[in-house]
């Protein structure tokens, strides 16, 4: 009879985790548009230091989108989430109080705007739906820091592999329910300045 010799050997495999790289992306231009009185006022030059966003749909004074444009780095070119991060202050509405803010991003294919000369009379289309966010009212005052997770597939195509590293995003309010927002640009405080994180 033979014998039989089973010999088992351990492998064992060593697993170093890598952490993704993650590049952070300051705005390069922020404002935002009004409609009404001020439809062809360029609030980027009267109202510089706030984004403010509200009734986005409309078409009275309150009604209001902000702007976003980042430049992205040639050497960024595999990434597997974006977030968008805002300091935002969301107005106090003491009849309201559970009232939420909510905030809608949307991908702009159209890069050719500027902070200084954009209004609402010369509007730019949205596209995509990028992000959503109900934010609560700022009771303290104070503007905090919100993210808001993007949609990576409707994000790489406002991206050109070619020639376009220019993302141009639409800040809007348009489950409209009375509430309102401000947002901080790199006016007000390059500390609280929109960004970007890629990773």
């Not at 492998?11 to 993650?22: D, E, G, M, R």
């Not at 989108?65 to 989430?81: A, C, E, V």
């Not at 991908?107 to 209004?119: A, C, F, P, R």
Request: avoid cysteine; charge should be positive.
């Amino acid at each position: 009879m033979k014998a039989l010799l089973y010999i088992i050997t351990s492998i064992s495999v060593l697993v170093v985790p890598v952490q993704a790289q993650k590049n952070k992306i300051k705005v390069s231009e922020d404002t935002y548009i009004e409609a009404g009185l001020s439809a062809r006022i360029p609030m980027g030059e009267k109202d510089s230091k706030n984004i403010k966003v509200f009734k986005s749909e409309g078409t009275d004074k309150q009604s209001r989108t902000g702007l976003l444009k980042f430049k992205i780095p040639g050497h960024i070119k595999s990434y597997k989430r974006v977030s968008l991060y805002l300091y935002v202050l969301v107005n106090r509405k003491d009849h309201i109080p559970n009232a939420m803010f909510n905030l809608n991003v949307f991908g702009v294919q159209n890069d050719e705007w500027s902070e200084l000369k954009i209004i609402w009379d010369d509007r730019i289309k949205t596209g995509s739906l990028l992000g959503t966010k109900s934010i609560p009212q700022s009771f303290n005052k104070k503007r905090e820091l919100v993210k808001i997770r993007l949609k990576i597939g409707a994000f790489k195509k406002l991206i050109d592999k070619n020639r376009d590293t220019i993302v141009s995003l639409a800040l809007a309010n348009t489950e409209f329910n009375k509430i309102n927002a401000v947002i901080s640009t790199k006016e007000r405080s390059m500390k609280q300045a929109a960004y970007l994180v890629i990773e």
